[in-house]
């Protein structure tokens, strides 16, 4: 494949052409050329876009699909070419597929089914058998096999010393732990976060507490234990606050933001919509806020969709009833512009690559075509017709976004939406 990407700015802190408005000449999937006005004597194929911007391609460090088991929600194939349309060139698998992704063969299954793709495919294998919280699962075998962390999604251990066991075992080679935090008997049966808002509605209250006990705790077996944790979703002021402190004490420690509560606040409940139903719930817009104040000043290391695809049956139903999860692929790039500037979204859209162990390709001559395409100034209202999920559980429609994703180029693919 030849092609030549016409009046691009790259959005790349790491590339020599960082901010400049440049031709990419592609080879074969390599950067070949880099420069302004390239010729084209042997008329080769172009692409041009107005406001046209490429970075490096995205990553999304929780993903969920469904296939094996709930193909009705998503399957790999389809999930994987919403990812690319969406701008995202990696992204990491959560286990809760059944059966669940605790072994070395179900890691291959995943692996086998996403084979050949443009967006790659990285499984997180369940740290604990049938993501069950009792016994270990076979983290070597997955690691070996290519599973990239080990966390049970939406989960969290109940059982400490398993956990502080789990941080020793992956030392041995060099393994992410991910730990979903919820005290899950304070959590009880709350299905909102506990406040105003669930008050007013009648709804079960989930309080900031649930989340920054089981934080706190966490933490403390990471100082013991040493290792790398990764604490995914975080969603209140004070959680921000302990993972700062936690990093200036020097702990291997990362976390993520999901995009919904960046955007949203607890206030979306007003009409019982479970579409806004998530774990963890949406929160005040004071917690918001000062996520939002985390990614700026680097507390905070990653933003990912946290898409969860769940079927019309899970959703349409009472709301203390419905399941968790919405998808959030295709209106990450567009809500995030909405609240956060350029150059920070790309940075944490990218930055999670090297957490997870993923290579890194930066812009540059010699490098491989790891791209994404987008316009950051387009503005639209995000509609069902922008879903390209199997399932349409979006907290975001209706909602006005900014930009629009044009495309990836990876793998030797282009891939346009």
Known sequence: MKLIIRDAKIIDSQSPFHNKTVDILIVDGLIEKIGTSLPNSEAVEELKFDNLHVSQGWFDSSVSLGEPGFEDRETIANGLSTAAKSGFTAIALQPNSYPIIDNQSQVNFVLNKASGFATQLYPIGALTKESAGKDMAEL??????????????????????????????????????????????????????????????GLKGNPNLAEELQIARNLFLLEYTG?????????????????????????????????HHLVLTDEKLEGFDTRFKVSPPLRTDSDRKALLKGIKDGTIDMITSDHNPIDIEHKKMEFDGAKNGTIG????????????????????????????????????????ANMTLFNPKSKSVFTKVNILSKSKNSAFLGTEIQGKVHGILNQGQLILA
Do not use: W
Not at 144 to 171: E, T
Not at 232 to 259: E, F, M, W, Y
């Open 140 to 201: 070597f075998d997955m690691k070996k096999a290519g599973a990239i962390a080990f966390g049970d999604y939406n989960k969290s251990l109940d059982n400490a010393n398993l956990l502080k066991i789990a941080l020793q075992y992956v030392q041995d080679f060099d393994g992410l732990t991910i730990a979903f935090s919820q005290d899950e008997n304070i959590k009880g049966n709350g299905v909102a976060n506990e406040g105003i808002v669930s008050t007013r509605l």
């Open 329 to 368: 692929l295709e209106s990450a790039f567009g809500a995030l512009m909405t609240v956060l500037p350029l150059e920070v979204v790309v940075d944490k859209l990218t930055s999670g690559k090297a957490r997870f162990g993923i290579e890194i390709q930066t812009i540059n001559e010699g490098s491989k």
């Open 227 to 259: 290792g790398k944790l990764h604490i995914p979703t975080v969603s209140t002021k004070k959680s921000v606050q302990l993972i700062k402190d936690a990093k200036s004490n020097g702990l291997n420690v990362s976390c993520s933001v999901a995009v």
